[in-house]
């Protein structure tokens, strides 16, 4: 049974420019949450899709958008790169009405 | 914006010893989940606590929650190098939907051999 799955697993990117993350949730799960880490901070909740929509966001700009797939994979798109953007994008998939959240590895994103 | 704070930011302990972290939020809470990070990589779930628990317990791990104090506690008992990570509490604010959870800012153990 595979577990969710994130790619790519290190991204390198200029200011300026757009980055999109892809993720694929765990077998049977329909609901995806994405997070932002960046170092030595705990995870902030960017936003979450359910049946390929954002469900709830969390304080993040609009430069931040995703999308939800009919097979419940993800896509987070970040434009208009900043060196703050600089982080550890984490992909967590869960069933809607459970509790429980199953993460990724995670993709690592730096901004020059 | 970080919900809670996890006390102490940083613990080294040896080896068979226990390790109790501190988790404080802030705002009323459907319930509170506690995450391993190995060296920056993905979170692994430990444990979860509703708010009309207690305490839970799972196989070395114990975890306490005060709803009255707003804080948890993780307890790590005979502990193993293995334990070596970064903790985080995380909590699912109530009147929101499911699984938009808000972090702490982690405790790191470091369990010596």
């Known amino acids: 049974d595979a577990g969710v799955t994130q790619s790519p697993t290190h991204l390198i990117k200029t200011r300026g420019q757009q980055v999109t993350l892809r993720c694929s949730p765990k077998?049977?799960?329909?609901?995806v949450s994405w997070y932002q880490q960046a170092l030595g901070q705990g995870p902030q909740f960017i936003f979450q899709?359910?049946?390929?929509?954002?469900?709830q966001r969390g304080n993040f700009p609009d430069r931040f958008s995703g999308h939800q797939f009919p097979n419940y994979s993800s896509e987070l798109n970040v434009n208009a790169l900043l060196l703050g953007d600089s982080a550890l994008y984490l992909c967590?998939?869960?069933?809607?009405?459970?509790?429980?959240?199953?993460f990724g590895p995670g993709t690592r994103l730096l901004v020059l | 914006s970080q919900q809670g704070e996890e006390d102490p930011q940083a613990l080294s302990i040896q080896e068979g010893e226990n390790a109790t972290m501190n988790c404080s939020y802030k705002?009323?809470?459907?319930?509170l989940q506690w995450y391993r990070q190995n060296s920056g990589r993905g979170l692994v779930h430990l444990i979860l606590?509703?708010?009309?628990?207690r305490e839970k317990h799972s196989g070395r791990l114990r975890v306490t929650l005060d709803t009255s104090k707003k804080s948890s506690s993780l307890l790590i008992t005979a502990s193993r190098a293995a334990d070596t990570a970064s903790y985080f509490c995380?909590?699912?604010?109530?009147?929101?939907?499911?699984?938009?959870?808000?972090f702490g800012t982690g405790t790191l153990l470091a369990v010596q051999p």
């Open positions: 967590a998939s869960s069933l809607v009405l459970e509790e429980t959240q199953y």
């Open positions: 077998s049977g799960h329909d609901t």
């Open positions: 899709y359910y049946e390929e929509e954002e469900r």
């Open positions: 705002t009323s809470i459907n319930n």
């Open positions: 606590i509703r708010s009309n628990e």
């Open positions: 995380a909590t699912d604010p109530r009147g929101g939907a499911t699984n938009k959870l808000i």
